[in-house]
Each structure stands twice: as structure tokens, then as C-alpha cells.
């Protein structure tokens, strides 16, 4: 068994070499969008490719604008945000590199019906929360009068006084159940018949919540990020055949697909274009930073999000492009990075806001001298409170 392991291994390896002395090219057919199948008619591909443009920026679109009140709430509240930092997302593609390559040993070395069980029992789980999760402001809107609504509070907690944490600390009501049941069955449908239209629709929940809740603190970080991920996406699509293995094997709804023969064969169409969630979630939460930066100016325009939405646009029309020119499959972020950074960077030179745009954060940090001096005032204020009532109890005293 040990000598069948080490000689997968070596033979994964040895592809992989292969593959980055000039074999990827042959190989690669198929990652982020992708229609070497069977031919289609020049009307199918176009409906095909329409819908994957259209079903791409709506959750870019949602997701931005849910960002913008999940942001504000959460300042409401006090309660603090977690974001991305310029760390995060220098090792992000790196993380992600070790990632992509762990799943290409593992659909190597172990059968891959295995291997895809695991991950849709977990993908099946993670799409049920995340449909419920974005229904539930449809459904509660919905919902008759009847129906009523009890609220239910899960709270368990970790230790006592000051060292009691919060475990788990879940509100719902009875229409979040009446979400989850609905979602439940569409998870159902997905895990036994892995229909294309389940599949969107886990996929879609995946990207809208992904952009709502994947907060970039600054442009900086945004830069830094799309910047890694750009270089990652060209390294895996065009250097080795990995990203394309992976694709190929992974069964789980991480992308978009939409057929490109439904015209001729109607819902059961099998000639499916696709286009990878990275390619939504990732320009998508760089977006929605931009939301959130014209809704922090109290403008009426939101010239930076309506333009880097435009660009990306352009940016995912010029990989469709591209990729029909030259048949072979194309990293879309080589074509998405250059226009959602380079887009907001034009605009702020020509509005002369770079320097607005580069200072502006989510959630400014407090400088070291200023958290210095807030606790300084602040024990100073405790010990000024302590000597107050002991002068007042010796006077009681007397």
C-alpha cells in the first residue's frame, strides 16, 4: 500500500514538471470559463455566455449593497468587524496555492468518488446555511400573518465573570426555520440529482454572501490582494495543469455554469460554459469597497462602484473573447485585476482623490500614543472616581 502512495506521488509530481516545461497548454481546457465540449450553435453560446456575464454581477451587485448595511450596523452596534489585513492578504494567494495543490495530491493519490463525498456532504451543509441565509429577508416579507413569528435565542457559553466567552450566540425565528426547510429540499435536489439549476443557486448564495461579509479594510489591502491573485491565477491556469485537474474532478457548486445547448435540449442540456466563484467573490469584495467608500463621502453618484462595476463588465467580456480567439481556456483574473484596480485609480487621479482614496478604511485603527493617552485618561478617571468616595466615606466616618 505504502509503495502504491510514494509511486502516486512521484507520478503526480512528474506530471506536474512536465506540465510547467511546456505540456499545460495541451492539457489546459477547462477552469475558470470553459466550452470545449461538444459544438454548439453561435446562439446557444451566446445565450450560455450571456447568462454567466448576467448571473456574475448580480451577486457583485447584492452582495455590495448588503455590505454597505451589514458596515453600518455593525458601527451601530459598536460591534467589531472582522477584516482583511494587509498580512492576510499577502499570504492569502500563498495559503491558497498550498490549498489548490493539497487537492491535487489528494485526487491523485485516493479515488476521487471518496474524495468528491466528503465534499459535497460539507459543500451541501455550507449551501444550506448560506440560501437560508440570503431567503430569509425574502421569506420574512412574504410570509402571512398567519404564519406567526416566534423568536429563539442559542447561547451557550465559556466560562465565568470576566473570562465568559460567547461559544455560540444564535437568534431566529420561525420563519428562519421555514428558510432552512426550503433550503434543505433545494439541498436535497442538488445531492441527489446535481442539477445545474441547484448548483447556481448554492453558487449564487455562495457569492453574495461572500461579498457581503469578506470585508477589505482599505484600498491597499484590495491592492494587495487582487495583485497576489492575479500572478496565482496565471501561475495554476497556464504553468501546470492543477487548476485544471482540480476543476475537472472537484464536484462541488464553487462555480456558475449554464448550457450552451439548452436551446436544443431544454433543462437536461450537458454542454455546460462555467465560470469559477474566485472570479465573482474576489473582484466582487474590492467592489464593494468601493460602495462603502462613495457611501462614507454622502454623495448622490457612486461614481467608483458603478465604474469599477463597468469595468469589470468589460473585463469579463474581454476573457470571453480572448478565449474564443485562441480556444483555450483563459485566467479571468489576468483580465479582471488590470481593469477593477486600474478603473477606481483612474477616477480618483482625474477627481484628484488618490489621496482620499488610498487614507480612507473601514474601520480606522487607533494610533499606539492615542490608545496611550485614552487609557491614561481613563485610569486617571478610576483613581480620581477611588479617592472621591473615600474622602466621601471618611466624611460619613466623622
Request: charged share 20%; net charge positive; glycine share 6%.
Amino acid at each position: 500500500m505504502a509503495e502504491e502512495v510514494i509511486g502516486s506521488v512521484k507520478n503526480a509530481i512528474k506530471g506536474i514538471l512536465e506540465n510547467v516545461n511546456g505540456n499545460a497548454n495541451a492539457n489546459a481546457k477547462n477552469e475558470s470559463i470553459t466550452n470545449e465540449k461538444k459544438p454548439s450553435t453561435p446562439e446557444g453560446i451566446a445565450v450560455a455566455y450571456g447568462s454567466l456575464v448576467i448571473m456574475a454581477m448580480l451577486p457583485i451587485i447584492f452582495g455590495s449593497i448588503r455590505s454597505v448595511k451589514l458596515h453600518k450596523l455593525k458601527k451601530s452596534t459598536g460591534e467589531k468587524a472582522d477584516t482583511m489585513t494587509k498580512k492576510d492578504a499577502m499570504y492569502f494567494p500563498l495559503i491558497a496555492s498550498v490549498a489548490l495543490f493539497g487537492l491535487y495530491m489528494f485526487f491523485q493519490i485516493f479515488q476521487k468518488v471518496h474524495i468528491n463525498l466528503l465534499l459535497t456532504g460539507y459543500f451541501f451543509v455550507l449551501g444550506v446555511i448560506a440560501l437560508a441565509h440570503l431567503l430569509s429577508p425574502v421569506i420574512n416579507s412574504l410570509m402571512p400573518a398567519a404564519v406567526p413569528k416566534v423568536p429563539f435565542h442559542i447561547h451557550f457559553t465559556k466560562g465565568e465573570g470576566k473570562h465568559k466567552e460567547d461559544i455560540i450566540n444564535y437568534k431566529f425565528s420561525t420563519h428562519d426555520i421555514v428558510c432552512l426547510i426550503i433550503s434543505s429540499i433545494i439541498g436535497v435536489w442538488y445531492l441527489l440529482k446535481k442539477h445545474w439549476i441547484a448548483n447556481n443557486m448554492f453558487g449564487l448564495a455562495f457569492a453574495i454572501n461572500g461579498v457581503e461579509m469578506l470585508h477589505l479594510n482599505n484600498f491597499v489591502t484590495g491592492v494587495i490582494l487582487l495583485s497576489g491573485l492575479f500572478f496565482y491565477d496565471i501561475f495554476w491556469v497556464f504553468g501546470t495543469n492543477v487548476m485544471v485537474t482540480v476543476a475537472k474532478s472537484f464536484e462541488a457548486p464553487i462555480k456558475l455554469v449554464f448550457p450552451q445547448d439548452i436551446l436544443d435540449n431544454g433543462l437536461n442540456a450537458s454542454n455546460f460554459a462555467m465560470l469559477g466563484l474566485g472570479d465573482i467573490v474576489i473582484p466582487g469584495i474590492f467592489i464593494a469597497l468601493l460602495l462603502r467608500f462613495d457611501d462614507s463621502k454622502k454623495r448622490k453618484t457612486r461614481i467608483y462602484f458603478y465604474s469599477t462595476l463597468a469595468a469589470y463588465f468589460m473585463g469579463l467580456m474581454a476573457t470571453i473573447f480572448v478565449m474564443h480567439v485562441f480556444k483555450h481556456a483563459q485566467p479571468a483574473l489576468l483580465y479582471l485585476v488590470p481593469a477593477c484596480m486600474g478603473t477606481p485609480l483612474l477616477v480618483a487621479l482625474i477627481r484628484g482623490e488618490l489621496k482620499v482614496l488610498f487614507a480612507y478604511e473601514d474601520h480606522p485603527e487607533e494610533k499606539p500614543e492615542k490608545k496611550e493617552k485614552k487609557e491614561k485618561d481613563e485610569s486617571g478617571s478610576n483613581s480620581g472616581s477611588s479617592s472621591s468616595s473615600k474622602k466621601k466615606d471618611s466624611k460619613k466616618a466623622k
